[in-house]
């Protein structure tokens, strides 16, 4: 069947013929594995966004000179949706996500994405496929908008032609034990004047060597440094970090422009603020994290972003020790988070930021 939503961008939309939902374990979820029945895409070509469509989900044919593949023009975003205890279904802050999409798109030199066309988009998509939300304790739909560049053209310079994608994974809990992360000085993430604090593909890309050589040592993930001092906290390879020295919460500040500015992390700022807590946006050094660590001050230490939410850090690793952190059962300010956002998504409690959007 096709419907078309008539609004400045009109969207296509084509329904799968058969939908695969009952095939998949959502008891067994892993994440970033399943997706659901359609897809949104879109092309800017000749100055605007056009061929909106909603399918189902399928390869994207391309060019082999197509220049995202070669000089990395391209960005992406990570957002939920959640279905509330009575079962609607709820958008967490796609305002936030659209805003720094657009962020992402001016520093690469993208087009940025109109809101009608992402509201419309992300909703209508959402929609469609409302029933792969997961309503287990745990589960949310995992939604990833991304533009890409699309010139079949071998050479450096802005493409003129890009693509808008969306898809969505229904998923449960991304970390099932606390993370162990690691600290080194060698490899940097993110300088002062690059793409660190928005959402490049390409800054994924220069992390996985790293990364996977932390994994060999059995972390989870980097604590990435700064570049400049080597000696500044910045950000896990997906999560804003957050630690409890003594009985202040403190997280580091995004204004260098070399930490993504994360949604959870704003959330999570807000929550503590209004609700008492002692909290500062500083710089961390390592020694300051050690000596806390080893004078016993460091209470607690968490990871915040859309996939895992609010992810309690178990373990510290830097040069060949390892700093363990209290129980998780005792972290007072991690386990408070988790519980008030979990609540507000389940709409359990009242939505005073006006943070939920419903579908
Ligand atoms: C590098 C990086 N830092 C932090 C975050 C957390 O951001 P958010 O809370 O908006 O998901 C993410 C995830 O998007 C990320 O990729």
Redesign the pocket.
């Known amino acids: 069947m096709t419907l078309t939503i008539n609004r400045t961008y009109p969207i296509d939309i084509t329904k799968a013929a058969v939908s695969h939902i009952s095939s998949v374990n959502f008891d067994e979820l892993q994440f970033g594995k399943v997706f659901t029945d359609h897809m949104f895409e879109a092309d800017y070509l000749d100055g605007k966004w056009t061929n909106c469509a909603i399918k189902p989900l399928a390869k994207i044919e391309l060019h082999p000179a197509t220049s995202a593949l070669h000089y990395g023009q391209a960005v992406f975003?990570?957002?939920k949706a959640f279905k509330t205890t009575d079962g609607r279904p709820m958008l967490f802050r796609p305002d936030?996500?659209l805003a720094?999409l657009n962020e992402s798109c001016v520093r690469m030199a993208m087009p940025e994405i109109p809101e009608e066309l992402f509201m419309d988009a992300l909703h209508s998509l959402v929609r469609l496929d409302q029933d792969w939300i997961p309503d287990t304790e745990d589960g949310s739909l995992y939604i990833r908008p991304f533009v890409f560049a699309t010139d079949d053209f071998v050479g450096i310079k802005p493409s003129d032609t890009f693509k808008f994608v969306i898809f969505c994974c229904p998923v449960a809990r991304y970390y099932a034990k606390p993370v162990r992360v690691y600290m080194q000085q060698e490899f940097i993430?993110a300088f002062p004047g690059g793409t660190?604090g928005v959402?490049a593909a390409g800054?994924?890309g220069a992390t996985m060597m790293p990364l996977m050589h932390a994994r060999k040592m059995g972390f989870d993930q980097m604590l990435w440094i700064d570049g400049v001092t080597h000696n500044r906290l910045q950000?896990?390879?997906?999560?804003?970090v957050f630690v409890q020295i003594d009985d202040t919460v403190i997280t580091i500040p995004t204004t260098e422009g070399t930490?993504?500015?994360?949604?959870?992390?704003?959330?999570c700022l807000q929550l503590l603020r209004d609700n008492g807590f002692k909290v500062e946006e500083r710089d961390v050094t390592i020694e300051e994290l050690i000596d806390a660590h080893r004078s016993g001050r460091l209470h607690d230490a968490f990871?915040?972003?859309?996939?895992a939410t609010v992810a309690p850090i178990g373990v510290i690793g830097y040069k060949d020790q390892e700093y363990t952190l209290p129980p998780v059962e005792d972290r007072k300010v991690s386990n408070w988070l988790k519980k008030e956002l979990w609540s507000l998504r389940k709409g359990l409690r009242p939505d005073t930021y006006g943070w939920m959007q419903e579908i």
């Open positions: 975003e990570g957002m936030a996500n720094r993430r660190g959402k800054n994924y950000e896990i390879g997906t999560m804003n930490i993504l500015k994360g949604i959870t992390r704003d959330s990871g915040t972003g859309t996939a």
